[in-house]
């Protein structure tokens, strides 16, 4: 009976589902279960498999030390197969006899190979994580809501300043964030994300356990089971110093774009295809367009095609060959203004040194522009009045000294004459004499009084009125010698002018032209007139003697100047319409050819 029950104890024992084994005192295997053999990959009991477990729990430290103690205890093991590496955990008990003898030792085995290889990967998942954390400088925390405990990592307590051992609770928490608008907004945040699982993601400010008063960026997300929120995990990362940095380099582009919009330039910068990246509020005004109206355009889209040409090829100058351009004087046409600018365009490198634009500076010079003619003009003016001046000085000196000089002369013989009669014919003479000093003095009068009214105010006249009105002195001396004149100046046809020297400017052209006329046919006089926009172009036309412009054309308008032959000619017609023209912003020139005729063009300045 003995032997059977021997037999079926042992027998029992392979069957068993817990791997268990039986160890002599001596640590020699006796007999194991199929489960446990399994698990080592070890075939039926023989004595190649009693030699292999004696060798397996002998790399055991301190087994048989232990075994002898005669003490239940547990360890865990590893063993290397065909399959890899296995992870056990063994439970060793005394086996006791019928008399409670130990006899030998009872080993279960489990197999943990699972549960080690998830422990290794969540360690290694955590110690990615720290890596992590430690990297980007980030911490995160969790909070259980059924539970409310709150969890902080080392980089979160870092971040707070708090001790390692520091265990915060929500109010603690929330406590850090600096009173006001950020306590306020992360408690409303935290309080949405467990109420109405709301994620967030933003900007505020704490205070840490220093008192330091810190820029952080904190997020949160809620976890969601069975339709409720059971935990919050979130992030905290200190942005102090680049936030700090970023509120500096606003204020600094804020001063530089203070600056540059205060500038009385048109600033801008360019790519390198010339799109404009940047303008200030000067470029806007010009082209009377907001600041997005301008980024991302060419001068292509915003001037003609001329302009924008020779502006292109001039970028392209400048970010090829490296070299600036300075001051150099542009005319732009935008809406058919034309506008006179100051350029500079310098290269603009990126912070690698390469080039990647241009920034321009344009300065309106137009106004100055204008001066600068006005200038010119004015200096021509003064120019011309002193040439006028001086001529008039040495015309007046030269024509008073002759008048004296006769008067003085006539003088002399007067008081040494003693004949009646021949007194009588001096006295004559300085009668004669005296007639022409007054016609010399009235004629000096008429061309200072051109040059003292130059301020009177013009009027619009009507040219062909006042045309007819001169032409009717004529009419009697037209007539006796068959003369004919056509006027074709359109009746509509006004000019701005003073009253009195439109007069005297036809009076003095007709009477030209009547007084030189050819002795060999009929005097035709041709007065056209043509209106523009800047003004009235007056021309009158004879077909008399002519003048021989290559000798006399310097002369032609200078005072007492004759070209004729003739006993009537005194030379100071022309020179006072000439003086009176100009006095008005005009201007007077002739074509003439001996034997066939002249032609002065009067032109009227329009303006005021």
């Known amino acids: ?99 409670e003898n130990v006899i030998g030792t009872i080993i279960q085995t489990d197999d943990i ?4 290889q998830k422990e290794q990967q969540i360690d290694w998942l955590n110690n990615i994580l720290e890596t992590k954390v430690e990297v980007s400088e980030t911490g995160w925390w969790e909070f259980n809501v059924q539970t409310e405990e709150l969890s902080w990592c080392k980089e979160t307590k870092r971040i707070h300043q708090v001790p390692d051992c520091f265990e915060p609770t929500t109010i603690e928490a929330i406590n850090f964030f600096k009173p006001g608008y950020s306590q306020n907004k992360v408690s409303m945040l935290f309080h949405k994300a467990i109420a109405s699982n709301q994620s967030y993601n933003t900007k505020l400010m704490i205070v840490t356990f220093n008192g330091e008063e810190r820029w952080v960026r904190i997020t949160g997300k809620p976890f969601v089971k069975d339709g409720k929120v059971i935990k919050v995990f979130g992030t905290i990362k200190d942005i102090h110093d680049q936030e700090i940095a970023e509120t500096r380099i606003k204020e600094h582009q804020q001063l530089l774009s203070t600056l540059v919009d205060s500038l009385p330039l048109n600033v801008y910068v360019k790519d390198l295809e010339s799109r404009k990246v940047l303008v200030n509020k000067g470029e806007c005004n010009y082209f009377d367009k907001r600041v997005e109206e301008l980024i991302g355009k060419t001068d292509f889209d915003l001037y003609g095609e001329k302009d ?11 970010m090829k060959n490296l070299t600036p351009i300075i001051g150099k004087e542009t005319v732009s046409t935008l809406n058919g203004k034309t506008t006179h600018f100051l350029t500079s365009k310098i290269p603009h490198f990126d ?114 009125n ?33 009253p009195a020297y439109l007069d005297s400017i036809i009076l003095n052209l007709v009477s030209n032209a009547v007084k030189y006329k050819s002795p060999n046919r009929t005097l035709l006089i041709t007065i056209n007139a043509v209106k523009s926009t800047e003004g009235v172009l007056l021309s009158i036309s004879d077909n008399g003697m002519g003048i021989d412009l ?7 308008f200078g005072m007492y100047k004759t070209f004729h032959n003739r006993k009537d000619a005194k030379g100071f017609g022309l020179y006072l319409v000439k003086n009176q023209i100009e006095a008005m912003g005009g201007s007077i020139t002739v074509q003439s050819e001996v034997d066939k005729g002249t032609t002065f063009n009067v032109y009227f300045n329009e303006e005021s």
């Open 1 to 99: 009976m003995k032997a059977v029950k021997k037999v079926d104890q042992f027998y029992l024992l392979k069957q068993l589902p817990k791997a268990t084994a039986l160890l002599c005192k001596k640590g020699i295997l006796l007999d194991a279960s199929c489960s446990w053999l399994d698990i080592f990959g070890l075939p039926p009991q023989d004595e190649t498999t009693k030699t292999k477990v004696s060798l397996l729990y002998s790399e055991i430290p301190d087994l048989k030390r232990r075994l002898k103690e005669n003490k239940s205890f547990s360890l865990q093991h590893k063993i290397e197969n065909t399959d890899g590496t296995r992870y056990l955990k063994s439970y060793f008990a005394p086996w006791f006899d019928e008399k």
């Open 113 to 116: 190979t699972p549960e080690v």
């Open 308 to 318: 924008a040409q020779i502006s292109r090829e001039e970028d392209i100058q400048v």
């Open 351 to 464: 912070l690698e040194g390469k080039v990647c634009g241009l920034i321009g500076m344009s300065l309106d010079i137009t106004a100055m522009k204008k001066k600068q003619e006005e200038l010119c003009n004015l200096i021509n003016i003064t120019s011309m009045q002193n040439q006028k001046l001086i001529s008039f000085a040495h015309i007046v000196s030269h024509n008073l000294r002759s008048h004296s000089a006769n008067f003085s002369m006539l003088l002399g013989f007067l008081n040494s004459e003693k004949d009646p009669q021949e007194r009588k014919r001096i006295i004559d003479m300085l009668t004669q004499a005296s007639d022409n000093l007054l016609e010399t003095l009235g004629n000096l009068n008429q061309v200072v009084d051109i040059n003292t009214k130059t301020a009177e105010t013009k009027k619009p006249l009507n040219l062909q």
């Open 466 to 498: 006042n045309i007819v009105k001169v032409l009717e002195n004529f009419s009697a001396l037209l007539d006796k010698d068959d003369s004919q004149i056509i006027n074709n100046v359109e009746e509509n046809i006004e000019v701005s002018c003073i």
């Open 550 to 556: 290559d000798k006399y054309r310097d002369k032609i």
